[in-house]
């Protein structure tokens, strides 16, 4: 292939060339995956700078003055409950000399002592003691020297966003459409609890944080990239998964939605016909059919209710920038450089149904992580290692575009397309542009 040259020099920096050049309609360029500049205006910008990012699950804080550490792009913070379980998230930084506070993953804790010089906060942010304190001048007011806070946190149902932008808008306003497939997803539970509590799955890859939402929102290359699962589950017979042998998922009837601000759904749940067809088509695993008859034996007619529960919603929902909703599972997405990238997926249980049916729950979310997830991330280290050649220099995201007939608007307004549209690309990169490039959001 002859390289071809482009407006782009290939040697100027995306701060040079504006990162308008860098994202066109039908193509992004490869320093936007490379180039450790970008990063750190992402992680000020996208990641909490200006835009809601997700923190945690409420499951995962349980009881009063329970807390959680976690981070908001690179900034180390801690999710807190007080007292009256109120939720705070305050800078995982101690005000004297910057050491982290908090250096376990979760707890119950009222107030943090740091280790480096004993300065003590309260879990709220408030710095309430100094050790030898005559050691101040009076001038010294405790009151300005507590933790720094995010400007908003805000849950949607169990699901906690922080942003340091006072100016945002409220969380329910920024998920839009979004909001409604969270609903969806959540209210499969028969009482609307969904339950964090498991130990998570943590898996590191050598790539940009960007490649696994990219990623998120593909529906064309589960054929190619998990072919060994999808041949696995259809060995099982009337498998639909086998709609991805030979057919190209465009011609059949699931959609990719799309739901502004960077959020997008594959929804998969027209491939499925009725009540107990997410179960019918789950991939083997053993002591399934003995699972099954005793659901029956006990449940009757509610038996094919209780069995769907026990697999995946059939929805992938991208929350942008960092939260994946896949199946049963919340995944993360949290960058810890230009290159290189955590996923953690949580697995989940709901409450209301018999301990049996969670208990399977767990087994089926096995699938991804632990089978597919390689696939995937396998992928992502292979492009990281492509994008080395800075000859080459875009990715491109234009398939679909100009097709006739993939994309529609819904009477809601809402665009939809085929699942293998790259659409959800072309969009979420608008609202990144926008993020990285405009004073306020
Ligand atoms: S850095 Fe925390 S007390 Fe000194
Ligand atoms: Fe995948």
Redesign the pocket.
């Known amino acids: 292939m002859t390289l071809q040259r482009d407006p782009v020099a290939r040697s100027s920096t995306p701060a040079r060339t504006g990162y308008r050049n860098l994202v066109r309609e039908d193509r992004v360029h490869r320093t936007l995956y490379t180039d450790p500049e970008v990063f750190a205006t992402e992680m000020v910008n996208v990641f909490g700078g200006r835009s809601w990012v997700y923190l945690a699950h409420e499951s995962q804080l349980p009881e009063p003055n329970s807390f959680l550490s976690v981070r908001m792009g690179l900034r180390p913070v801690i999710v807190t409950r007080d007292r009256k379980s109120a939720l705070h998230v305050v800078f995982n930084r ?6 982290t ?1 908090c250096r376990e993953e979760s707890g119950v804790a009222k107030s943090f002592q ?6 003590t906060f309260r879990n709220t942010g408030e710095l309430v003691g ?2 030898w304190p005559q050691g101040y001048g009076e001038d010294f007011d405790r009151a300005e020297h507590g933790l720094h806070k995010l400007a908003k946190v805000e849950s949607y149902r169990g699901f906690i966003f922080g942003t340091l932008n006072g100016a945002a808008p409220s969380v329910v306003d920024w998920l839009g459409p979004a909001a409604a497939w969270l609903d969806y997803w959540i209210d499969r539970a028969p009482e609307g609890e969904v339950i964090v509590r498991s130990a998570a799955h943590r898996m590191g890859y050598r790539g940009n944080w960007k490649l696994a939402y990219d990623n998120a929102g593909d529906g064309y290359h589960p054929a190619f990239s998990h072919r060994s699962l999808l041949e696995m589950a259809s060995r099982m017979g009337d498998s639909k998964d086998m709609s991805y042998f030979g057919v190209s998922p465009d011609e059949g009837p699931m959609r990719t939605y799309l739901l502004g601000n960077g959020h997008s759904v594959i929804d998969q749940r027209p491939n499925y016909d009725g009540p107990g067809s997410f179960w019918a088509n789950q991939r083997p695993q053993p002591g399934r059919e003995k699972f099954e008859e005793q659901i029956r034996a006990n449940h009757g007619d509610d038996a094919d209710r209780l069995l769907d529960l026990c697999v995946g919603s059939q929805i992938n929902l991208s929350i942008f920038p960092n939260l994946l909703v896949i199946g049963n599972q919340i995944q993360v997405v949290e960058p810890l450089a230009v290159d290189r990238t955590q996923l953690t997926w949580h697995a989940t249980a709901i409450g209301g149904v018999p301990d049996a049916v969670n208990t399977m729950r767990m087994r089926t979310q096995e699938d991804f992580p632990a089978f597919g997830e390689p696939d995937d991330q396998a992928n992502f280290e292979e492009v990281q290692r492509g994008l080395a050649a800075p000859e080459a220099e875009w990715i491109l995201m234009n398939r679909g575009l100009g097709v006739d007939g993939w994309q529609e608007v819904g009477p809601d307004g809402v665009v939809s397309s085929t699942a293998t549209d790259e659409l959800h690309m072309r969009r979420y990169y608008a609202a990144w542009l926008q993020l990285m490039t405009e004073e306020a959001m």
């Not at 101690?94 to 050491?99: E, G, I, K, V």
């Open positions: 101690c005000s004297h000399r910057a050491a506070l740091c280790p480096y010089h004993g300065w100094t050790p």
